[in-house]
């Protein structure tokens, strides 16, 4: 005989269940606008049209950026925001394995640049120079050459000369072009009274003594000039990692917490 009294077993925490839905379909959505603007860049560049093209580019396109963090952004955002709302453990579970894996990889990548500070500089000489030969061939990767050497008023990897690596701006005799041996415009040291641009300001200049070169660019290199910012914005970079680092274990520990919920609430109704 029923007593009328309704057994009240384990629920779910809402608070945790939304917040997760919550913040995940925030994720995911900047994971569809960074695909979004990533698969728009391809389209205008005609790459969609001739996937063969996404080999043919010698340096890097920044493309791939925008689509490979695009991309985990998307998965991750999916998995925490349809686990969460639909109770499924077998998304959560993957949403923390898949944190948990990014976090273990930038946490070893960290340790690795430290460790191997030498090699680290030798491979961004060598990333840097490779896109300098491929400059002209990817309107993208040109730009973010450029805001690169105005934002650290640095040019080539260790200094001008290492433009000579580009067809366009190498000072052989064999060189037809009007670029040669100069610098691109974001070499340039900037003269605030002049509100336009001169895309011309670096032609001709690396045939010019060193001592005067100083006058119209910037002549120390980008590797040691990133150094020094890095040096310089130690405490702002240490404190963005560590921020990000303390949220994905956050996140972590919330789905986990939400995984028991769901697997004790499920327990107890096979007992009730």
Not at 234 to 254: D, E, H, K, R
């Amino acid at each position: 005989m029923m007593s009328g009294k309704h057994y009240k077993g384990q629920e779910v925490s809402c608070c945790i269940k939304y917040f997760i839905f919550g913040f995940n379909i925030i994720f995911w959505l900047l994971g569809v606008a960074f695909l979004g603007i990533g698969l728009w860049a391809w389209n205008e560049k005609g790459v969609l049209s001739n996937i063969s093209s996404i080999t043919d580019l010698g340096g890097f396109d920044p493309v791939w950026l925008f689509l490979v963090v695009g991309g985990v952004m998307f998965i991750l955002g999916f998995a925490g925001c349809i686990g969460a709302l639909r109770e499924n453990t077998l998304l959560l579970k993957f949403f923390s394995v898949f944190l948990g894996i990014i976090f273990f990889l930038e946490l070893t990548a960290g340790v690795l640049a430290f460790v191997f500070k030498d090699w680290i500089k030798d491979q961004l000489n060598l990333f840097i120079n490779k896109n300098i030969q491929a400059y002209r061939d990817d309107i993208d990767l040109q730009n973010l050459i450029d805001f690169t050497q105005e934002y650290w008023e640095c040019c080539g990897a260790f200094g001008a000369d290492d433009w000579n690596l580009n067809i366009y701006f190498n000072c052989t005799d064999s060189n037809p072009s009007r670029e040669k041996c100069g610098v691109p415009f974001s070499c340039c040291t900037k003269d605030p009274a002049e509100d336009v641009i001169n895309t011309q300001c670096g032609y001709d200049v690396r045939a010019k003594p060193d001592a005067d070169q100083k006058t119209f660019i910037n002549v120390k290199g980008c590797v040691p000039q990133f150094e020094r910012w890095l040096q310089d914005n130690l405490t702002v970079v240490a404190g963005i990692f560590i921020g990000i680092a303390l949220l994905q274990i956050f996140g972590i520990c919330l789905a986990q917490n939400l995984v028991s919920d769901i697997e004790a609430v499920r327990a107890s109704c096979l007992f009730t």
